[in-house]
């Protein structure tokens, strides 16, 4: 019994980063654009460009809610979010996808993104990715939490102390652990599909630099912010 109860300290984590992932939401009006109107591949580009830049800010705010986080080394702070942020802007991108609306609104959706400049041949695993997210019927607390522990991620690239960050995200995994269990009682397994994610978005995350490369346009530009996080120009 103990073993699975969530503490009176879990609950406040919990809690804390719950509350941190929905004060810092991005306009998520990127959906609704997406289903106003159809957009040429600059216009998409820019959108996505945009978007992203700002979803990064509100990342930094929402990881500084992580606790823990900021006792981290100040330049494994940054190790960490440079490494996750493609991968948060994707599990976010799945998230918005994935949200309650009619079906012909997910079709709408689905058509818009697939049309939006980005080459065919990443369309199946980004799809694939969005679709797996979408069957989990996530609550948020195991999103927040879940985009938390993407963040922790030990083996970022120049992490110089991965054991610190290991043991913030061990504390992250019980917590999701136990949620799991009492959110999804009849799905034994659930949990460790849910982890099965982050390798699929990792892997998803590697085509970012070449879809971005190839977008059916000329002259693709990026903000300041994005040139730093995302490995390109
Ligand atoms: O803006 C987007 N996502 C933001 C990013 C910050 C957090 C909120 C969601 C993009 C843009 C929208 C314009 C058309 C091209 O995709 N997007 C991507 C996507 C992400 C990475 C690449 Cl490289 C390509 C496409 N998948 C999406 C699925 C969706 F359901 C919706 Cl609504 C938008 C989606």
């Not at 799809?127 to 948020?140: A, C, D, P, R, T």
């Not at 061990?170 to 009682?185: F, G």
Request: proline content about 5%.
């Amino acid at each position: 019994k103990e073993k699975l109860e969530i503490n009176r300290e879990q609950r406040a984590l919990m809690k804390a980063i719950v509350d941190a992932y929905n004060r810092h939401q991005i306009p998520e009006d990127v959906a609704k654009k997406l289903l106003q109107d159809q957009y040429s591949p600059e216009e998409n580009f820019l959108l996505l460009t945009e978007m992203a830049t700002s979803q990064v800010q509100v990342l930094v705010e929402f990881t500084k809610n992580i606790p823990g986080f900021l006792s981290l080394d100040r330049e494994d702070q940054i190790a960490l979010l440079k490494g996750s942020a493609v991968e948060a802007m994707f599990l976010r991108s799945a998230q918005v996808f994935s949200r309650k609306m009619p079906t012909e609104h997910t079709d709408v959706l689905e058509e818009r993104v697939r049309k939006s400049g980005i080459p065919d041949e990443f369309m199946t695993p980004m799809f694939n990715f969005y679709k797996s997210i979408g069957e989990l019927h996530m609550v948020q607390e195991e999103q927040a939490i879940l985009t938390a522990i993407t963040i922790l991620t030990p083996d970022r690239p120049y992490v110089k102390d991965p054991q610190a960050v290991e043991r913030l995200q061990e504390t992250m995994l019980d917590v999701l652990r136990k949620l799991c269990v009492l959110q999804h009682p009849q799905e034994q397994q659930y949990f460790a599909r849910l982890l099965g994610r982050l390798t699929e978005l990792r892997t998803l995350s590697h085509y970012h630099s070449e879809m971005l490369a190839s977008w059916r346009m000329n002259d693709h530009k990026f903000t300041p912010l994005l040139c730093e996080i995302w490995d390109v120009q």
